[in-house]
């Protein structure tokens, strides 16, 4: 994972998934072999699977999937991310997609090549539906009775099919798996674990770990159909243990061609429609999670709003470090220390219930800091301002604002 301060996205190095495909040739291979921990299948190299799942041609499906994440966040933190279940609220696709930071939730899934999908997320008798048909891409939520609609001319003509396609897919699976092999490169070993069954189906396990120390992810394992190259599963494992931090996979699938009536849908009577730009969300942001500021980490806003800087917006980012090791440095500009914060009677009231939820205090050559700790993106706030912030250790981020006087 090449490093470029000036254009990379600081998201990208906190989570190890992004929107893209397979690039198995920038991938430094570890020769290892499939055992018997599962399924008996024939001995395959690491490069051999990657070389499956990148020739894989399967565009029709459709089965249930299952979504677990658990960044171990503060309950604070955790509210904001919407715990209490994605239908209600709003049918905008943004608003949905940003709760699968958090709990459990099981989907169902359908894909007719790149230009029909559906994604349904269950939360007990509500769901909310996104789908894409052609050039139209719908948002049902059934408890707030709420439809979101946007018209992409682009894709009747055949020029956004797959932009949009990932967009929508970007929950399943198979994307998550194709992100995470991208993303791979010489800081990072893979092998071949375990087989296992997954859905029913015999499957291979690629495994990729961090070479590097200070890094909070043990292992990334991905579940690949034996016959099909089709990934299945995808697991985020902590270097400190536990359960996994983002588990997604299938628990039913049929590689059968979907009826074509899957992917129709017409508003219900007396439900809100809301008509989105072409290209944007209701706010016109776009659908994409880009790092925006400190403003995408729950509550760093409010807080950053209590040190003079409304939303952290308008702060400079540097990129220190490569591959799993690699932080973010955010300058907020602040003209506040975090005591000012802690005891001016101008903070708002969200800033000093997020300093409340933060880790300890630490020290260093940098002067004095709070840390926001997750199961996998830790924040180190320094008190003249700046915010460092990865997938790396508590440690790692002291180490790095130290490094960096």
């Known amino acids: 994972m090449a490093t470029n301060a000036k254009t990379r996205k600081a998201a990208r190095y906190a989570v190890p998934v992004a929107v893209a495909g397979v690039a198995a040739a920038t991938v430094a291979m570890v020769p290892a072999f499939a055992n018997s921990g599962g399924p008996d299948l024939p001995k395959t190299t690491a490069q051999q699977l990657i070389e499956k799942v990148a020739?894989?041609?399967?565009?029709?499906?459709?089965?249930?999937?299952?979504?677990?994440t658990?960044?171990?966040?503060?309950?604070?933190?955790?509210?904001?991310?919407?715990?209490?279940?994605?239908?209600?609220?709003?049918?905008?696709?943004?608003?949905?997609?940003?709760?699968?930071?958090n709990g459990t939730h099981t989907l169902r899934v359908a894909a007719d090549g790149p230009d029909r999908q559906k994604l349904t997320f269950v939360d007990g008798k509500d769901e909310y539906s996104l789908i894409h048909?052609?050039?139209?891409?719908?948002?049902?939520?059934?408890?707030?009775?709420?439809?979101?609609?946007?018209?992409?001319?682009?894709?009747a003509a055949g020029k956004d099919e797959k932009k949009t396609a990932e967009r929508l897919g970007g929950a399943s699976p198979q994307q998550l798996a194709q992100d995470?092999?991208?993303?791979?490169?010489?800081?990072?070993?893979?092998?071949?674990?375990?087989?296992?069954?997954?859905?029913?189906r015999d499957a291979y396990q690629l495994v990729l770990k961090p070479k590097q120390s200070g890094s909070t992810v043990g292992s990334v394992k991905i579940a690949v159909d034996a016959k099909n190259g089709v990934p299945l599963r995808v697991q985020l494992l902590a270097a400190e243990g536990g359960k996994p931090i983002f588990d997604a996979g299938f628990t039913k699938v049929d590689f059968a061609?979907?009826?074509?009536?899957?992917?129709?849908?017409?508003?219900?009577?007396?439900?809100?429609?809301?008509?989105?730009?072409?290209?944007?969300?209701?706010?016109?942001?776009?659908?994409?999670r880009e790092f925006k500021g400190l403003d995408s980490f729950p509550g760093l806003d409010a807080l950053t709003g209590g040190m003079g800087v409304p939303g952290g917006k308008g702060?400079?980012?540097?990129?220190?470090?490569?591959?799993?090791?690699?932080?973010?440095?955010?300058?907020?500009?602040?003209?506040?220390s975090l005591k000012d914060i802690e005891n001016g009677k101008d903070t708002p009231k969200e800033a000093k219930q997020f300093l409340d939820s933060l880790g300890g205090k630490v020290t260093g050559k940098f002067g004095e800091g709070r840390v926001f700790k997750t199961r996998l993106v830790n924040a180190l706030i320094t008190d003249d301002g700046k915010v460092y912030v990865g997938a790396v250790t508590k440690d790692a981020l002291v180490k790095a604002a130290d490094a960096d006087k």
């Not at 966040?73 to 994605?86: E, M, N, Q, V």
């Not at 048909?133 to 894709?155: F, I, L, T």
């Not at 010489?186 to 997954?198: I, K, L, M, N």
């Not at 009826?259 to 508003?267: H, L, N």
């Open 55 to 68: 020739a894989s041609d399967v565009q029709q499906l459709s089965g249930s999937a299952k979504i677990s």
């Open 70 to 101: 658990d960044l171990g966040l503060p309950t604070l933190a955790s509210g904001l991310l919407g715990g209490k279940g994605i239908a209600g609220g709003s049918a905008n696709p943004e608003d949905k997609l940003a709760q699968l930071a």
């Open 133 to 155: 048909n052609g050039a139209d891409v719908w948002g049902y939520d059934s408890k707030a009775n709420e439809v979101w609609h946007e018209k992409n001319p682009e894709a």
């Open 180 to 200: 995470v092999l991208k993303a791979a490169g010489p800081t990072t070993d893979v092998s071949v674990g375990e087989t296992a069954q997954v859905a029913g």
């Open 257 to 288: 061609k979907p009826a074509a009536d899957t992917f129709a849908f017409t508003a219900p009577k007396g439900a809100k429609l809301t008509e989105g730009a072409a290209g944007a969300g209701k706010d016109g942001r776009g659908h994409g």
């Open 315 to 336: 702060g400079e980012t540097k990129v220190l470090g490569e591959g799993w090791a690699t932080i973010a440095r955010v300058e907020t500009g602040a003209g506040k």
